[in-house]
């Protein structure tokens, strides 16, 4: 597995699905924050590490390649099945759920204020 290859795949897949711009794998990741789930995350940073070490000639061969291969196919797996629309769907139902809320508790202390004031 070419490290670099596959980190570059994966900022392609986090440019397209999540749309986060950067430079590089590196930059995209850490500007995904929150939006990845926090063990991607954690998977993200062992493969930034790798590349990091991928750049020595004898630290480069101590690479747990089966590790990193099932790094980069859970974060793949991930931003492939990632639906957008749904996503900013949940948000939608949140935020207006929330201001709904708002709104229900604004009438019911109008209606308690207006029962002790005897205006209703």
Known sequence: MDIHARTDRLAQLLEQ????RG???ETKLRRAGRLLPR????????LVEAMR????PR?????DQV???KAAN???????NFDAWDRRRG???SVSTSILTNILIVIALGLCLALWRGLI
Not at 59 to 63: A, I, N, P
Not at 74 to 80: D, F, P, Q
């Open 74 to 80: 859970a974060i793949e797996h991930y931003l492939l």
């Open 53 to 56: 070490l991928a750049r020595h």
């Open 39 to 46: 063990h991607l995350r954690r998977d993200g940073d062992r």
């Open 59 to 63: 630290l480069g061969r101590q690479l």
């Open 67 to 69: 590790r990193l291969e």
């Open 17 to 20: 699905r999540l749309d986060i």
């Open 23 to 25: 430079a590089g794998f």
């Open 91 to 93: 948000i939608a139902v």
